[in-house]
């Protein structure tokens, strides 16, 4: 499922501009936010994915080369991007008339936690901006799955707003 030219092409541009970061201090950091979900924090979590979702849809852009790629060009570079930062895998995905869905596994949001509701929201976030950058237009994103809840995936349904 993996293009090489595209795994290629992120992993040079993550070595040339990432940083390596340990999972188990991003993980415990989440986890005690997370404790103060119910505080309204929810909201400013998918605001700030919401701004890093931009700037890797910026990224993606100058990577594909293209002002305005095709959704079926960037969905795989989005796969990468998420897959090589260790964010989580994306085990699928499904590109739809004005939306995708993506389903993966090992989340780092959603690792070690346990709720009733899906706790993904930076993801969520990270997957409408990313979509928002690269079209010009307003997109959602839902969780409509998560990991946290017990589920074997956690489940985006990312939506063009009408």
């Known amino acids: 499922m993996r293009d090489p030219e595209v795994l290629s092409k992120v992993r040079v541009f993550l070595r040339e501009e990432g940083v390596i970061i340990p999972k188990g201090p991003i993980k415990e950091f989440y986890s005690q936010l997370m404790k103060l979900s119910g505080f309204g924090i929810g909201g400013l979590l998918v605001f700030s994915g919401k701004k890093a979702g931009k700037m890797a849809g910026t990224y993606i852009r100058s990577i594909v080369g293209e002002e305005h790629p095709s959704m079926s060009m960037v969905v795989p570079y989005i796969s990468a991007f998420l897959g090589e930062t260790g964010i ?25 936690i346990e709720n009733k509701k899906p706790v993904c929201m930076p993801l969520s976030g990270a997957l409408a901006g990313v979509f928002e950058e690269i079209t010009g237009k307003e997109w959602d994103c839902k969780e409509l799955e998560c990991k946290a809840q017990g589920k074997e995936l956690c489940i985006f349904e990312v939506k063009l707003k009408h």
């Open 88 to 112: 989580c895998k994306v085990e699928e995905y499904e590109l739809l008339d004005s939306q995708v869905l993506f389903k993966v596994k090992d989340s780092i949001f959603a690792q070690d």
